[in-house]
């Protein structure tokens, strides 16, 4: 049995991941504002069943996609779920992605919008950088967009404690604050928010897991990837949350708070900011971009190029109808219920083929 472990494919992997995660949509703040920090104190607690969850789907498709080479994403569902289910959580997916990539190219007009006047459309041309680089194919993706991943984990974690550090409230202060402010969440309680978040993700966070477990070693090593990539994921949501509550007052009502953040403990690097946010967009977009245009046709054909360029078009228009929070609100509430089933019939059914009865 092969047992190799390779650091340098654990880092390479775990930077794909961040890369993919921490798109505008949790780097804006905006993410965890609304399904964690406007919770105060408790939203930690949402971060259990995150841990938690993340951890067990991503070594079941970590390891599965090692196991299967698969050639894309989408065939871990047949896999996973049955011919007849998996057809439907393939179609589930592709709306999904197209949704995700919506709302962060939306965060990306926002942001040059936000900070430095530009017009909305602006920003979302990030989007037609992406399908130039999904045309490179998959191998050049990789080498790309996971060297940005711990470059993007580092800036969100050090600025995050910076404004920990400086901000003279206390966090009971800032959790107590909290019930007086109107913040948006779009739920009731940090249960129902956690779990929705949680369920709405195991399905969107599939692509970069199938590919980190295809690019594995080993099994041994794909489960490791698994652990570091929660790890990383899980201490920069801590950082971010202590932020925000301490600052809550000054960033609760705004669709990027990490902008205020900024403006405030740090002014001189405001500019640079919007180009960190505009790299989050890149990096995710492009990967999700790739895995949409999978599900249609193969690298290196006229028509992967072809829908590439047009699936860019739909992104740029579609994410001009909606603001940034509206999108969010919508695809999660729509993805929470598939990803419930996938969760279930995933954990199930491997369990069954571990004991021989698949």
Same mark, same amino acid.
């Given at each position: 049995?092969?047992?190799?472990?390779?650091?340098?494919?654990?880092?390479?992997?775990? &930077? +794909?991941? $961040?890369?993919?995660?921490?798109?505008?949509?949790?780097?804006?703040?905006?993410e965890m504002m609304q399904f964690f920090s406007g919770f105060g104190i408790s939203g930690f607690l949402g971060l259990i069943p995150v841990a938690v969850l993340y951890t067990v789907m991503g070594m079941i498709i970590t390891e599965g996609a090692y196991k299967e080479q698969f050639l894309d994403p989408y065939d871990f569902f047949p896999y996973s779920c049955g011919r007849k289910l998996g057809a439907v959580f393939v179609?589930? +997916?592709?709306?999904? +992605?197209? &949704?995700?990539?919506?709302?962060?190219?939306?965060?990306?007009?926002?942001?040059?919008?936000?900070?430095?006047?530009?017009? +909305?459309?602006?920003?979302? $041309?990030?989007?037609?950088?992406?399908?130039?680089?999904? $045309?490179?194919?998959?191998?050049?993706?990789?080498?790309?967009?996971?060297?940005l991943g711990p470059f993007v984990a580092i800036f969100i974690g050090v600025v995050s404690i910076i404004a920990i550090v400086k901000c003279h409230t206390t966090m009971a202060e800032g959790n107590a604050a909290i019930p007086s402010l109107d913040i948006y969440t779009g739920n009731n309680n940090?249960?129902?928010?956690?779990?929705?978040?949680t369920m709405y993700n195991v399905l969107t966070i599939l692509p970069v897991l199938v590919v980190s477990g295809g690019k594995s070693n080993s099994i041994r090593e794909s489960r490791i990837i698994s652990i570091t990539q929660v790890a990383a994921l899980i201490f920069v949501c801590i950082l971010v949350i202590i932020s925000q509550i301490k600052n809550i007052q000054e960033i609760y009502y705004l669709q990027i708070p990490s902008l205020m953040i900024i403006h405030i403990y740090m002014p001189v690097i405001q500019n640079i900011f919007s180009i960190i946010l505009l790299i989050c967009t890149y990096s995710s977009t492009t990967v999700m971009m790739w895995a949409l245009v999978r599900k249609f046709t193969e690298e290196g054909r006229p028509s992967y190029y072809i829908l590439t360029i047009g699936i860019s078009i739909v992104i740029f228009i579609g994410s001009g109808l909606f603001t940034f929070s509206q999108i969010l609100d919508y695809i999660t509430s729509i993805g929470m219920y598939a990803g419930v089933l996938f969760f279930i019939v995933t954990v199930v059914n491997t369990v069954r083929r571990k004991t021989g009865r698949i």
């Open positions: 049995m092969n047992t190799k472990v390779s650091a340098k494919n654990i880092i390479s992997m775990t &930077g +794909l991941f $961040c890369a993919y995660y921490f798109g505008a949509a949790f780097a804006s703040g905006r179609w589930i +997916l592709t709306v999904l +992605l197209a &949704g995700d990539m919506m709302m962060m190219t939306a965060s990306a007009g926002a942001n040059l919008n936000e900070n430095i006047g530009m017009p +909305l459309f602006a920003g979302r $041309c990030i989007v037609f950088v992406s399908a130039a680089t999904v $045309c490179l194919g998959l191998e050049r993706i990789v080498d790309i967009v996971s060297k940090i249960a129902i928010s956690s779990f929705k978040y």
